[in-house]
């Protein structure tokens, strides 16, 4: 059984003040929730706060991205073991930063290395764009994602990646993906190239988010889905009675 998992991506919102008033928030508003982990991704610039404000809460805080190397000449990055002071997850490949910082499936695949040997639970975002959707090739795309995302990584250490399934098309548009084409694609393109890769236990082990414009009223939809174990949200994780609203109903939607 896969412990349900959503978190919330602030993306480039928010000053350290309106990020620690948002964690404060959702620390009280959430404090009760027992049936599933959570988490929130501040900018870098907001991590120091909004971890002392969760230390000790039921929230995790995650970082949106980190280098591969533990220190260096890359300006404006921050490396592993900076986020493993401040964070417990780091988001790995989401859409935006492949297309606009060229992350491409080899420096995935670095950095997700480099998040499990520091001990970081990676959330590793795969999806395809709206052309690759509509010309047939979701299942192709996606697959290839993941085939490189986890090269030369042993099932052992496969098993504590979390990946979150974003259809680009999806994202901050209000265009989600219907809940059982989500789930095929899931099935389809992450399940049954893991379990190729791997074997079965590995490939059901491993927790998959939707992503994609997930909102108060539609997380239901998803949550109850097989192969979705929860969701990574962006727009509406940037307001306490959204992101909150998201979790109660997930949770409700998943005692029925
Ligand atoms: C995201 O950025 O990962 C995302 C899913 O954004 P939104 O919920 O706004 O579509």
Redesign the pocket.
């Known amino acids: 059984m896969r412990r349900p998992f959503i978190a919330g ?1 602030w ?1 480039m919102h928010k000053t350290t003040v309106e990020a620690l008033e948002l964690a404060d928030g959702l620390k009280a508003a959430l404090a009760d929730v027992e049936s599933m982990d959570l988490a929130v991704c501040p900018p870098a610039s907001a991590l120091g706060v909004v971890s002392d404000v969760l230390a000790g809460s039921n929230i995790m805080v995650g970082a949106q991205n980190m280098h591969w190397e533990n220190s260096g000449a890359y300006t404006g990055e921050i490396s592993p073991v900076m986020v493993r002071g401040l964070a417990t997850c780091v ?1 790995i490949g ?3 930063r492949r297309e606009y910082f060229g992350e491409t499936d080899a420096t995935v695949n670095k950095k997700l290395k480099a998040a499990l040997a520091h001990d970081l639970v990676p959330i590793v ?1 795969i999806g395809e764009s709206l052309e690759q959707n509509e010309a047939g090739e979701t299942v192709s795309f996606v697959g290839g994602q993941i085939r490189g995302a986890f090269e030369g990584i042993p099932a052992v250490d496969a098993q504590r990646v979390v990946l ?1 399934y ?1 259809p680009i098309w ?5 265009r ?1 993906a219907m809940p059982e084409d989500a789930d095929r694609t899931i099935r389809e393109a992450i399940r049954d190239v893991l379990r190729d890769l791997y074997d079965n236990p590995t490939a059901e082990a491993i927790r998959v988010q939707y ?5 108060p009223d539609n997380m239901a939809d998803f949550i109850v889905m097989p192969e979705i174990d929860g ?7 940037l307001k306490v009675e959204d992101f909150a609203g998201i979790v109660k109903n997930a949770a409700a939607a998943l005692q029925k």
């Open positions: 991506n993306k988001i989401h859409s935006e975002c979150a974003e999806a994202i901050g548009t209000g989600t992503g994609g414009s997930v909102k969701a990574l949200v962006g727009g509406a994780s």
